[in-house]
């Protein structure tokens, strides 16, 4: 039987001060033009917290209103409020930087981040009340250094400096003194990629409802890479996520594929609960400080705030079948392959309509299609358009060139079939996933029989092909109760044969 | 425009002359066009890449205007593009693509 999405999870960490400090766009600038006026503008156009905690679409993403909910909302959002926002939702939270900076320090196991004596003191507390921050992580923060102690690590040791509403708070040494792969760069890197992922399992773990040990694999799919000089991605964020969320029985791997990284690890997981050979696996990533105010300057241009200020982190809990939960139909898969070519037309032919086709049904059968959900307040300002709506727009396409869609129900196809973007543009995040914690919901509550999730990665960035790729499967409701009667009926009939042979077999004996 | 494709376009530029360079398009919105269009002929508007102040006056096209599909094989057009034209708002990509070679 198909394995099921027991639960799932998505949390956002707001991080504004490393928007100016990590984000590439900001970094790159720093390098380029150091005295320029963006750079200068930057600090006036980032969010407080509060602003970035009832801003719509970030409560969407972490479930305190359906994407439904925000398709009402007249756009653009970022001038809207979210009455009733709060840090808290049903499938996680908005942590806000301070504390986020002291579950980094929790996560780091080479005592490379080093924090400021009074700002541990002064936030631990709080850090402790968040109730997925369970006591054994709590008891991993140290009380911090003296301050003199960081701006000397930075400025003769290279260590990355660490902001808290623009003041210096700690710092991330580099982990190795010449090796760039353990740079202080790359290890701040990978701490916040790390840290935003446990951020997910917890919540996943708690929101599935199972039990931390019920996990026995986990399989990170974000965008970082770490190692050092001699094995540059050898990894595994996986299982060192793992082991601060104290998954104690989950070993784990890494799957990468830039943005379809999380379907791709979506359909292994899946495989292997099918398979047998794990009955829980956790599909889980963090987010990506470089991607911070990537579209920074369009939005100072255009008189926005930054939207690009917070990290992403999802997690979906993948289980043996229980009967009840909407399942991953691995009979339904599409694949970009290499012979498919890059025209859009072909990549949506071989991720929509392929898949259908095998299985003799329709686009028009799907009821939600889940592409890149990227929030279209972030990139439309930056001249990228609405991308879920530039999607819809091609799966429609498509079914009016197959001639599944009237011309004139295109319009109308977008609506129904779509989604309005709600997720952040960090890249792996905004992937496909979002919608599978609310495409689980909403197959259990009838609201609609299935979802298309549609994962698409950018190879050509990594300059190793020129080739693009995309996967894509389907979620729909549970059958095993039509597979078990299915099966019952048959087990009658092995029974009425069993009876038969008996009979036979008695008849003989009488005979004889 | 990418950096990296800035820095591309520049080389070929060089090695073969802007006169035998056509830049084929493919963006998905008029504005991003627009700027692809604009940084290949009057220099990169955004003052970050490789193209900063360099007028290379290149021709360019977006692969949805008629002076473009009138080059390609019907067939070959209708299963590579015909998809997107009707997805796309070709009217608007035109209008900005004209605009900047207008500048020219």
């Not at chain 1, 993948?318 to 990549?347: C, F, W, Y």
């Not at chain 2, 009217?91 to 900047?100: F, G, K, P, T």
Request: net charge negative.
């Amino acid at each position: 039987m198909n394995s099921v999405i027991k639960g799932a999870s998505y949390v956002l960490v707001h991080t504004p001060d490393m928007v100016l400090y990590n984000g590439t766009t900001q970094t790159t600038e720093r390098v380029v033009n150091p005295d320029s006026e963006y750079l200068k503008a930057v600090p006036e156009h980032l969010r407080s917290y509060e602003e970035a905690v009832s801003y719509w679409p970030n409560q969407t993403y972490i479930g305190n209103a359906h994407p439904d909910e925000l398709a009402e909302i007249e756009f653009p959002y970022y001038d809207k409020k979210k009455e009733g926002a709060e840090r808290y939702g049903k499938y996680g939270e908005i942590m806000p930087e301070e504390e986020f900076l002291l579950l980094v320090q929790a996560c780091d196991m080479f005592e490379v981040v080093r924090l400021d004596k009074a700002f541990v003191e002064k936030y631990k507390e709080a850090f402790a009340k968040d109730p997925v921050i369970s006591d054994d992580i709590v008891e991993k923060i140290h009380e911090g250094v003296e301050l003199s102690e960081i701006e000397t690590l930075i400025s003769e040791d290279h260590a990355e400096p660490l902001y808290f509403e623009h003041q210096l708070v700690g710092c991330v040494k580099p982990a190795h003194d010449i090796d760039v792969n353990l740079s202080s760069h790359v290890m701040h890197e990978n701490l916040m990629s790390k840290a935003s992922s446990v951020l997910a399992l917890l919540y996943a773990v708690k929101n599935a409802g199972i039990e931390k040990s019920d996990v026995e694999y986990v399989i990170d799919c974000a965008e970082e890479a770490c190692g050092d000089m001699n094995q540059r991605g050898g990894g595994n964020f996986a299982k060192a996520a793992a082991e601060v969320a104290g998954l104690v029985n989950a070993t784990g791997s890494d799957a990468r594929g830039f943005c379809a990284a999380p379907t791709h690890a979506l359909i292994e997981a899946a495989a292997l609960v099918k398979a047998g050979a794990y009955k829980t696996v956790v599909v889980t990533a963090g987010g990506c400080t470089a991607k911070l105010g990537m579209n920074g300057k369009d939005h100072v241009k255009k008189g926005l705030p930054i939207l690009e200020d917070c990290l992403g982190g999802f997690a979906v809990v993948v289980s043996e079948n229980d009967g009840v939960n909407p399942e991953i139909d691995l009979g339904m898969l599409g694949r970009h392959s290499v012979g498919t070519g890059s025209a859009p037309q072909n990549v949506i032919g071989s991720l929509v309509a392929d898949p259908l086709d095998r299985a003799g049904m329709k686009i028009t059968d799907i009821d939600k299609f889940s592409p890149e959900m990227q929030n279209p307040d972030i990139t439309k300002p930056a001249g990228a358009g609405d991308v879920p709506l530039a999607n819809y727009k091609m799966i429609g396409a498509l079914a009016v060139k197959r001639g599944e869609l009237d011309r004139k129900e295109l319009a109308n196809f977008t609506k129904e079939h779509g989604l309005t973007g709600w997720a952040p543009t960090q890249g792996h995040i905004p992937s496909g996933v979002p919608y599978v914690g609310f495409a689980r919901e909403d197959i259990l509550d009838g609201k609609i029989k299935n979802a298309m999730i549609i994962g698409k990665g950018s190879l050509f960035l990594g300059r190793m092909t020129n080739l693009f790729d995309g996967v894509s499967f389907v979620i729909h409701g549970n059958t095993a109760a039509v597979q078990e009667e299915a099966a019952g009926v048959s087990e009658e009939e092995v029974k009425g044969l069993i009876a038969k042979a008996m009979k036979e077999f008695a008849a003989t004996l009488m005979a004889e | 425009m990418d950096l990296e494709n800035q820095k591309r376009v520049k080389e070929f530029a060089e090695e073969y002359g802007a006169e035998n360079l056509v830049v084929v398009l493919g963006a998905a919105e008029g504005e991003a066009a627009g700027l692809a269009a604009e940084t290949v002929t009057l220099g990169d508007p955004t003052f970050a890449g490789p193209l900063t102040g360099v007028q290379l006056g290149l021709t360019v096209y977006h692969v949805c205007e008629p002076e473009m599909k009138e080059e390609f094989d019907e067939a070959v057009y209708d299963e590579q593009v015909s998809m997107m034209e009707m997805v796309l708002d070709v009217d608007d990509i035109i209008s900005e693509m004209q605009a900047i070679r207008d500048q020219l």
